[in-house]
């Protein structure tokens, strides 16, 4: 049976941040506390989002995805009301906006990237009770639907892939030649917390390639919640303190770090180091 109801804990509890400021990246590290699997993707990408507009209500982004999955029954009515209907696309033209990165933005445009425009399905799908689930594969994020050897590409159009489709999408995507080999391996369920981690990576190199600092430091803060951090991304959070005249924060923080990373030690003292002597 569909379920349309926005009634469990964590949107009950981002309904109860509307009306005053939350910090963005407190309220992301909060929903992630605990040992589950982590909030629900329309939550948590929305709890991302708000790190580039603070001003967001996700309640109306709850309401659109409610409304998207109004009607349907089947993953072939899920596909036509997604990308025939409201015409959900891949942004070909402008791959790299930051904008195709954040779920408000992307269901108020309807563009993305794979990874949102399958955030999308899965939470239309989730509402409606299709069962889908994130296929995390290297260069291209897909949606399965469960119990069965189909591949739906959200990017292009909802088309639906077979393991030999998936093969030359990976191709393409990775440049990669006939001596790489392709395994269903490369065809992994995604965890909630992993699909939050390559969204914030995308945002990530979108936003240091851009050269906005100030956003960078709101998507590293984020990124140090999730599993998967190393030294890279710490070092550049410190720098990324550099960049906005905060030397002393960022030698602090990294000098924080040491406790929590102590196999990083000589690296995060070196870098810490390297910012103070900017405050000479």
Known sequence: MPDNRCG????????????????????????????????????????????ADPDLDPGTWLQELDR???????????????????????????????????????????????????????????????????????GHFLVRPMATDHYLDAFNGGTLLDLAGCEALFRTANQAGPDVPFERHLLTAAPRRAIFARVLQNLRAVYRNLGRPADLEWVLRM?????????????????????????????????????????????LQYAARSLRAQLN
């Open 223 to 267: 990124r140090l919640a999730l599993p998967g951090v190393g030294a890279e991304e710490l070092i550049e959070l410190g720098h990324t303190f550099g960049q906005l005249a905060n030397f002393r924060d960022g030698a602090k923080f990294l000098e924080s770090q040491i406790p929590r990373w102590p196999q990083h030690t000589e690296l």
């Open 8 to 51: 469990d804990r964590q949107r009950a509890l981002v309904r109860r941040t509307i009306g005053y400021t939350v910090d963005a990246v407190e309220h992301f590290i909060g929903l992630l506390a605990g040992r589950g699997p982590g909030p629900d993707l329309d939550v948590g990408a929305l709890a991302i989002a708000a790190g």
């Open 68 to 138: 998207l999955a109004q009607g349907v029954d089947s993953l072939e009515s899920l596909i036509h009301r997604l990308f025939v209907e409201e015409r959900f696309a891949g942004n070909t033209t402008n791959y790299y906006d930051p904008r195709n990165s954040l779920l408000h933005q992307v269901l108020r445009r309807k563009l993305g990237i794979p990874i949102t425009l399958s955030i999308v399905c899965l939470e239309v799908g989730r509402r409606a009770g299709v069962a889908l689930e994130g296929i995390s594969m290297p």
